[in-house]
């Protein structure tokens, strides 16, 4: 098993940039591709950012090239999604996700351990 817990969301005007975090403990943290997932109200479940065990493999959702970048620090457990030249179209809830295997995939089925989410909220 693995418990994910996200902290970094708030409100922020349009333009202005967050860092959400995502802290990993239980199942080895190295092992595991993340994934940031994102749900606004009436809106589906959105895929935003996964990275591979290693780091070395990245996939963006469309909507987010560019503007947001994911990382992780295998020491400190944490895997970190930098947001810059936020939209109000970004306002959702922010999730942190785990897949049991290292290679990164951009949907949200492969991941089957979840953090409880953060809000973000972008003013226009």
């Known amino acids: 098993q693995v418990q994910l817990v996200e902290s970094g969301g708030g409100l922020v005007q349009t333009g202005g940039s967050l860092r959400l975090s995502c802290a990993a403990s239980?199942?080895?943290?190295?092992?595991?591709?993340m994934c940031w997932l994102r749900h606004a109200p009436g809106k589906a479940l959105e895929f935003v950012v996964g990275i591979s065990r290693s780091g070395g493999s990245t996939h963006y959702a469309d909507a987010v090239k560019g503007r947001f970048t994911i990382s992780r620090d295998i020491v400190k457990n944490t895997v970190y999604l930098q947001m810059n030249s936020l939209k109000p179209e970004d306002t959702a809830v922010y999730y942190c996700?785990?897949?049991?295997?290292?290679?990164?995939?951009?949907?949200?089925?492969?991941?089957?351990?979840w953090g409880q989410g953060t809000q973000v909220t972008v003013s226009s």
């Open positions: 239980g199942r080895t943290f190295r092992d595991s591709a």
């Open positions: 996700a785990a897949r049991d295997g290292g290679v990164v995939y951009s949907s949200d089925r492969p991941y089957r351990y």
